[in-house]
């Protein structure tokens, strides 16, 4: 049982800045990669950005430059700067994590989990 729980979202002007969190706790061996989507009202689900275990990142083109997405692996956490925000950034953000866990017998486990989703608004 794991739990992935989101905090930092909010209303920003345009041209402004937040800082989203995701903390992961439970029972799990490690954890892989971590990412942030997010989702505007009528639309798909989209990836925003991802980081490995190891520091590698990777953005949608629409943040390249604006977001910059970061993990502290000995708080199971991941971030996500967002600065220089516009109206089309207006979605629920949600974190991911891809686990990886090894049980008592040897048996390797992985799966993904989801954060509740937290709301980003950004309008003058």
């Known amino acids: 049982q794991v739990q992935l729980v989101e905090s930092g979202g909010g209303l920003a002007q345009p041209g402004g800045s937040l800082t989203l969190s995701c903390v992961a706790s439970?029972?799990?061996?490690?954890?892989?990669?971590m990412a942030w989507h997010r989702q505007a009202p009528g639309q798909q689900r989209e990836l925003v950005a991802r980081?490995?275990?190891?520091?590698?990142?990777n953005y949608v083109d629409s943040v390249k430059g604006r977001f910059t997405i970061s993990r502290e692996n000995v708080k199971n956490t991941v971030y996500l700067q967002m600065n220089s925000l516009k109206p089309e950034d207006t979605a629920v953000y949600y974190c991911?994590?891809?686990?990886?866990?090894?049980?008592?017998?040897?048996?390797?486990?992985?799966?993904?989990?989801w954060g509740q989703g937290t709301q980003v608004t950004v309008s003058s």
């Open positions: 439970g029972s799990f061996s490690r954890i892989n990669a």
């Open positions: 991911e994590a891809d686990f990886f866990h090894l049980r008592d017998d040897g048996t390797p486990v992985v799966w993904r989990s």
């Open positions: 980081v490995t275990a190891g520091g590698v990142s």
